[in-house]
């Protein structure tokens, strides 16, 4: 069955008929058309003046002036039958005339040429107030009488303006292009009238970079006699089955960039929601940039609740929010765009606020300031002073570069950055919304600042670090892009960045390069950012900086690289009694962080001279034990210094952790996910959103290796003290193997009890201890044990071929515990020796389910087992190996305590 052509009745202009040529397609069937009258004129008195219509030569033409006197149209209108009534405005163009009795004329060309002049004091101008308000009346008595017969959603818009330049771009109206601005921004709030009054209408959106005017046009060169790819467009809506679904067809078009976002997004759509501006009238779209963690999945069924909320899906990651955005940008349908980020909220009203500030100053690009939020902190920023009418662009221009972030958060006219071209940069990461923002303001005609709030940034962390927590190399070389991009675009306009703007820019880069930094910046990166800064040496010598970036700028400018890279370190303080656990991964951190050493004589005991003295220079400051060190750098840091403790087993056990000011405390450190849970229990004045886990470190480069066959028969308990390590255990374990095998021996690592002056104290202590060398005679173990001593376990295990480490401690919940790492099973396994838990809480969390074993039967099983099955024990034995290099590696240590510290607000 052949498709049935679609008939279409016209009211509007030539804007609109044009699309179907001289004579309809087979898809098309004009049912009538009306033109040359004006809405503003449909409920005036008829008037027809026959005399006049005498002189009217084309019949065509005659009808249309008939119509505009008789004021028929509506009735012509009501009495077709018809699927789609396409209405443009262009016609709106003419003024009106007004005679005794109310009746109105629409002044068209056609009348003009042969009616009685117009009485002077009787016109009614377009571009009048007086002449919207008729027009709004009469469009609300069309829309009326077509609801009324419930034909008013067959009503599609053509969302047409006037062009500005033809297809070969050459401006129209004699290069003054003052008319067509005000016929343009006329048409803008009338479109807007008939959103508000009748959302039920379809719309023909336009880019308005197409709107060129076509030069061979057959009714001659003019501001709407458009480019037949207009005219194409036109039809291709009109073939689909929602014209509403088209470009142009609302306010506002929200995009948002979004990538792995999915414990962040959160506030995000919570406040999309809360939106105020009709839900006809904008869409949000989100451009999902091929993330894994199920953000895309997310979005798809947050956008299936809400109608006007889509999502969209790169092809490919491309690392940045640029190309999302511009995807975005291609496929909104709004007037105008606003970008929001992922992470962060627009207010309610905004989009209500800005677009009305946009639409009443015919505005192409509306910038207003934002709330910042960090913590339970919130600030204004960007915020102008008051914006004068009558400000000169560049003017403008300089008050938003200076005086405001160049954040994304703008209303954008969509067709000025398709017309002009205007592409966010996706070979950037860094600085790319300046060069983006540059470009607009300078393309746009008319530039404004509205004093509301667009939406709150937010700068808490969150689970997923962003692109903009790590700077090296790459980011340099972006911000020496965007400086020198920004310099030479503003010059051209007559504006100087250097003095503007850049002190901020560099300063943030400098911060960024001290606290945030890879450590990866070349010599030739290095080169170009000292030729920059000696290029504008004049300006950013006068600039107001902190001694510590002028000493690294004074690097950069003379050349020295070796001096900025160690100047680039941040300056961490390590604090502590006992620092045995940090200290030797110290000469590793040193590639990144420039260390000092503050090294206490007791766990309550310092040289405050020296220590206040270490923390004037410090600006960041790791605790090694939550004990008196932890209180008194608590209490004595600065607002700008990081605080970080590390908390071990011993300190859930005294009271220091009570006398912490914890408000001044950023993030307490435990080793294991169990401790992390106890320290909160035992201090629960303790925010959990402070409390980290970064587990022990085990450099296993550092472990001598053993092969030998028979060191499985070789038992290691490395740290006896104190009791609850239960060496008893260990014994008992021995005793039972030996009478399988009398090879089985075992060897004791760390000190004596008697070494150590606090535990020689306790009677109970050195009773246990008694006991044990009494069980190790009464079993006959006295040449099977032997007590090693305090030695360098990485090369000691190997030495005296231990093939098996025990791990036997009493799982106990009084504070302070049980285990929370225990590194001696870590150490066992990097000498590829095979460690065995006797279970304790905890271990589950940290050592692989085949290394745990729930009592002492189960442990000497396994170790016979060993004794049968050499293979097993060596598949064993580099299982955990790879374990602990994989899990608990120098570089996972390194990595989490750079990324800690570069994560903390």
């Not at 219509?53 to 019949?59: E, F, G, N, Q, T």
């Not at 975005?328 to 989009?351: H, K, Q, S």
């Not at 938003?400 to 972030?405: E, F, N, T």
Request: one cysteine or more; charged letters at 25%; a neutral charge.
């Amino acid at each position: 069955m052949s498709k049935q052509p679609k008939r279409i009745l016209i009211v509007g202009s030539c804007a609109s008929r044009d699309a179907f040529g001289p004579a309809e397609t087979g898809d098309y069937r004009i049912v009538n058309y009306h033109a040359r009258s004006s809405m503003a004129t449909f409920n005036s008195p008829a008037k027809v003046d026959e005399e006049v219509l005498d002189r009217v030569a084309s019949p065509f033409q005659r009808r249309m002036v008939r119509s505009d006197m008789d004021k028929s149209i509506i009735d012509s209108v009501l009495a077709e039958d018809f699927d789609v009534l396409l209405i443009d405005l262009i016609d709106e163009r003419f003024d009106l005339e007004w005679f005794d009795g109310g009746h109105l004329r629409t002044l068209s060309s056609e009348y003009r040429a042969v009616g009685a002049p117009p009485v002077p004091g009787h016109t009614i101008v377009a571009e009048s107030d007086q002449h919207l308000a008729l027009w709004r009346v009469g469009w609300q008595t069309l829309c009326e009488r077509l609801r009324a017969h419930g034909i008013l959603h067959k009503v599609v818009i053509n969302d047409v303006f006037w062009a500005e330049t033809d297809s070969n771009g050459t401006p129209l109206n004699g290069g003054s292009l003052g008319y067509i601005h005000r016929a343009n921004a006329g048409l803008a709030v009338r479109y807007d009238v008939i959103r508000a009054i009748s959302p039920e209408v379809g719309w023909i959106g336009h880019n308005r970079a197409d709107l060129l005017a076509d030069p061979d046009h057959r009714w001659g060169k003019a501001p709407f006699h458009f480019q037949p790819k207009v005219y194409q467009h036109m039809l291709n809506v009109l073939d689909t089955d929602s014209p509403k679904q088209s470009l142009g067809a609302l306010k506002v078009s929200v995009i948002i960039p979004c990538y792995n976002a999915i414990d962040k997004i959160g506030r995000c759509l919570a406040s999309l929601r809360r939106i105020t501006m009709a839900r006809a009238d904008h869409e949000v779209i989100f451009v999902d940039d091929c993330s894994t963690d199920g953000t895309h999945a997310l979005l798809v069924q947050e956008c299936s609740a809400e109608a006007n909320w889509r999502v969209l899906r790169l092809d490919r990651n491309s690392g940045s929010p640029s190309a999302p955005r511009n995807r975005g940008v291609a496929e909104a349908r709004g007037e105008y765009v606003l970008f929001l980020d992922c992470d962060d909220e627009i207010l309610p009203d905004t989009l209500e606020k800005h677009h009305a500030h946009a639409r009443q100053t015919t505005a192409d690009i509306v910038r207003g300031h934002l709330i910042v939020e960090s913590g339970a902190r919130r600030v204004v920023m960007n915020r102008l002073a008051p914006w004068p009418v009558d400000m000169p662009k560049a003017d403008r221009i300089s008050a938003m570069i200076a005086g405001q972030s160049t954040t994304v958060y703008s209303m954008i006219r969509t067709d000025l950055l398709r017309r002009n071209r205007i592409e966010w940069r996706d070979d950037l990461r860094m600085g790319e919304d300046t060069l983006y923002l540059i470009e607009v303001l300078i393309a746009a005609e008319r530039i404004e600042y509205i004093d509301h709030p667009t939406g709150i940034y937010v700068k808490n962390p969150s689970l997923t670090p962003s692109s903009t927590q790590s700077y090296g190399d790459r980011e340099l070389r972006d911000h020496l892009t965007v400086w020198n991009s920004a310099v030479s675009s503003l010059s051209a306009i007559g504006i100087d960045y250097v003095a503007l703007r850049l002190q901020v820019g560099l300063q943030t880069a400098l911060k960024s390069m001290v606290f945030v930094n890879r450590g990866d910046i070349s010599p030739t990166t290095f080169q170009l950012f000292s030729t920059f800064v000696n290029a504008h040496w004049g300006a950013i010598a006068a600039y107001r900086l902190s001694r510590r970036f002028r000493d690294i700028l004074d690097a950069v400018q003379s050349g020295n690289w070796a001096l900025f890279c160690a100047l680039c370190r941040p300056r961490l303080l390590i604090a502590g009694h006992d620092l045995k656990f940090i200290a030797p991964i110290l000469p590793l951190l040193e590639k990144t962080f420039d260390i000092r050493r503050d090294e206490w004589s007791g766990h309550d005991v310092h040289d405050e001279p020296a220590s206040k003295a270490h923390l004037e220079w410090a600006e960041f400051i790791w605790c090694e034990w939550m004990l008196g060190n932890a209180v008194w750098y608590s209490q004595n840091k600065r607002a700008d210094q990081k605080l970080v403790i590390r908390v071990h087993r011993a300190e859930l056990g005294v009271d220091f952790g009570d006398r912490i000011a914890v408000d001044k405390v950023d993030a307490m450190v435990a080793v294991s996910a169990l401790f992390v849970e106890r320290l909160l229990e035992r201090f629960p004045g303790i925010p959990r959103h402070k409390a980290r886990l970064i587990h022990n470190f085990v450099d296993t480069a550092r472990y001598r290796q053993c092969t030998a066959p028979e060191r499985r028969f070789n038992l290691a308990m490395i740290g006896y003290l104190p009791e609850r390590k239960r060496l008893d255990r260990a014994l008992t374990i021995l005793a039972e193997l030996r009478k399988h095998d009398p090879r089985y021996r075992l060897d004791i690592f760390g000190k004596r009890p008697e070494d150590l002056p606090w535990l020689a104290r306790n009677a109970a202590s050195m009773a246990y201890y008694r006991d044990c060398d009494a069980q190790i005679l009464r079993d006959g173990l006295a040449g099977a044990v032997q007590f090693r001593g305090h030695v360098d376990i990485a090369t000691s295990l190997a030495e005296h071929a231990v093939g098996i480490v025990l791990s036997v401690s009493q799982s106990q919940r009084q504070f302070p515990g049980f285990e929370s790492f225990h590194l001696a099973v870590a150490d066992g396994f990097a000498a590829n020796a095979v460690s065995l838990v006797q279970y304790w809480e905890g271990a589950e969390y940290l050592w692989p389910e085949r290394f745990i074993l729930p009592d002492e039967a189960s442990v000497i099983e396994r170790i016979l087992s060993y004794r049968d099955d050499p293979t097993a024990f060596e598949a064993d034995a580099q299982t955990g190996r790879a374990f602990v290099a994989g899990r608990y590696g120098v570089d996972q240590f390194i990595n989490q305590f750079r990324a800690l510290f570069q994560q903390l607000p």
